[in-house]
């Protein structure tokens, strides 16, 4: 399950468990789970995220190869939804496995800021009565670059 | 050659895809938008902020420079928001 992506929903409890079940001579995992988002002052009822299915597994199997090669992961594990999820969902989840804490964190990391702005996901976000798209921000663009 | 749209690119022509022979002197991306663009005034309007355009040919995220060569697949998208 390197790279996963799916339209239903997954436990990242359960993820976790089997990830860690894997770890043999690690000394630091870690888990990013990044969940739909809503606030009492700007509900959204649901959020759709349209992908480009072919680019996406390649973009994804691509970054997981230069996170376990650039920080001497053990292992790395992608999985990303699509389609629409509600409000407290798990959109995406990123585990890493390393000797020591600091590859781990760093790779995490370094999956997550370019998974943003490099993996063909898009999300449109469904308010009472009318839909948007997310826009890109500048923000994640100089997180991906401080990677380069 | 096939052209992909995606998210509100999409929507916005009202189509998953073209299907196009472009001629010889459409070489690049940026070429074909240009191309696209000059057919269908609803396809320039669109993409007239080229900022906010990407493009893949055949699964490879490329630049607007990017020869397109004998691709059978072009992608043309907005900046992504995954994650």
């Known amino acids: 399950m390197s790279v996963t ?26 888990t990013f789970t990044g969940i739909v988002r809503s606030s009492e002052d700007d509900p959204i009822v649901s959020m ?3 992908h480009y299915p072919s680019l996406a597994k390649r973009q994804l199997l691509d970054l997981r190869d230069a996170a376990i090669a650039r920080f001497a992961l053990i292992d790395a594990t992608i999985i990303h939804r699509f389609g629409t999820l509600y409000p407290g969902d ?7 496995l390393a ?4 590859a781990a964190f760093d790779g ?10 490099t993996a063909p996901f898009w999300k449109k976000e469904e308010r009472a009565g009318a839909s948007e798209w997310v826009k890109a921000k500048q923000s994640d663009d100089a997180a991906t670059a401080r990677w380069a | 050659m096939k052209v992909l749209y995606f998210a509100w690119l999409r929507e ?3 189509r998953d895809f073209d299907e196009v022979s472009p001629p010889d002197g459409v070489r690049s991306i940026a070429d074909l938008i240009d191309w696209l663009g000059a057919k269908d005034e609803g396809f320039a309007l669109a993409t007239a902020n080229r900022e906010l355009i990407r493009a ?5 995220l490329v630049e607007h420079d990017t020869p397109i ?6 992608a043309l998208f907005p900046p992504m928001t995954g994650g």
């Open chain 2, 12 to 14: 916005r022509l009202g």
């Open chain 1, 90 to 96: 798990p959109i995406v989840q990123v585990m890493t």
């Open chain 1, 99 to 102: 000797p020591h804490r600091q």
């Open chain 2, 56 to 60: 893949a040919i055949d699964d490879e």
């Open chain 1, 5 to 30: 992506l799916q339209s239903e929903p997954f436990d990242p409890g359960a993820l976790v468990n089997a990830f860690l079940s894997s770890s043999q001579g690690a000394g630091a995992a870690v």
């Open chain 1, 108 to 117: 995490a990391n370094f999956i997550m800021d370019t998974l943003k702005t």
């Open chain 1, 48 to 50: 759709t995220l349209e």
């Open chain 2, 69 to 74: 060569g004998s691709a059978s697949t072009v």
